[in-house]
């Protein structure tokens, strides 16, 4: 069976058996569970992206981006992630990329699910609370990331981008997320988003987090009953909406 390397947002490589080889479920096969898998997924990708808001100890790398604009256009930090969302699926077009299902809910679902769990959730002014909200945050997150990947509708808009890079220059997946990922945190730094120990802590801990949930959530085979752990662009994917 040939194997498909997944890279998580940690710079972590995951190997997922490819969805294109005969074990691997049909399309139509565990539907229903595939449909819940991903708005489960990106749901609690949107909560939990909430929860590292709210403690205030620094976000993930695009969530930097979307902070500092938020601040600049006065609009809600869940807002701009749909307009930054839409404008990178955009860049999509040149790059030859196709996008699923799962790509075009991304753009709205995280989002939506960011700004009703802040508008829920009390202001956190003490460690003794903003912390435990971070590492909350980052645990969630790595299990949304294995609900959204395992169900196979495609890769969120700002990986996509990177795969497309990736295929159009030549250049590796990780060096283009590098480059792309220093740029936006640095660009969303400058406009006032946050950058703290939560951004370190979950660079380090998201890709065994993501790997890990991965297998718990990956869905049956068709004839051995083992798992499919995800769908990719040929031959690749990376785990973050």
Same mark, same amino acid.
């Given at each position: 069976m040939r194997q498909a390397t997944v890279t998580t947002q940690g710079g972590i490589p995951v190997s997922a058996p490819d969805p294109a080889t005969?074990?691997?479920?049909?399309?139509? !096969?565990?539907?229903? !569970? !595939?449909? #819940?898998?991903?708005?489960?997924?990106?749901? *609690?990708?949107g909560a939990s992206s909430a929860l590292l808001v709210a403690a205030g100890l620094g976000l993930e790398p695009w969530?930097?981006?979307?902070?500092?604009?938020a601040e600049l256009t006065g609009l809600s930090i869940g807002v701009v992630s749909i307009? #930054?969302?839409?404008?990178v699926l955009l860049l999509w077009v040149p790059l030859r990329q196709r996008p699923g299902l799962g790509t075009v809910s991304n753009v709205f679902v995280v989002g939506l699910a960011m700004d009703g769990t802040l508008a829920l959730l009390p202001d956190a002014r003490s460690l003794a609370v903003r912390v435990p909200l971070l590492v909350a945050g980052i645990v969630?997150? +790595?299990?949304? &990331?294995?609900?959204?990947?395992?169900?196979?509708?495609?890769?969120?808009?700002?990986?996509?981008?990177?795969?497309? *890079?990736h295929r159009r220059t030549?250049?590796?997946i990780r060096l283009m997320r590098t480059a792309v990922e220093?740029? #936006?945190?640095? &660009?969303?730094?400058?406009? +006032?988003?946050?950058?703290?120990?939560?951004?370190?802590?979950?660079? #380090?801990?998201?890709?065994?987090?993501?790997?890990?949930f991965l297998r718990v959530f990956a869905l049956p085979s068709a004839s051995t009953g083992s798992t499919v752990v995800a769908g990719a662009t040929p031959g690749r994917a990376i785990l973050r909406p």
């Open positions: 005969p074990s691997a479920s049909p399309p139509g !096969r565990h539907l229903p !569970r !595939r449909l #819940v898998q991903l708005y489960a997924g990106l749901t *609690l990708y969530n930097v981006l979307h902070q500092g604009l307009v #930054v969302g839409a404008a969630l997150n +790595g299990a949304a &990331t294995g609900l959204y990947i395992a169900a196979r509708f495609g890769p969120g808009p700002r990986d996509g981008l990177m795969t497309g *890079l030549g250049r590796s220093v740029a #936006v945190v640095v &660009t969303g730094f400058l406009l +006032g988003g946050t950058i703290g120990v939560g951004t370190v802590l979950y660079a #380090v801990s998201i890709g065994p987090l993501a790997q890990a």
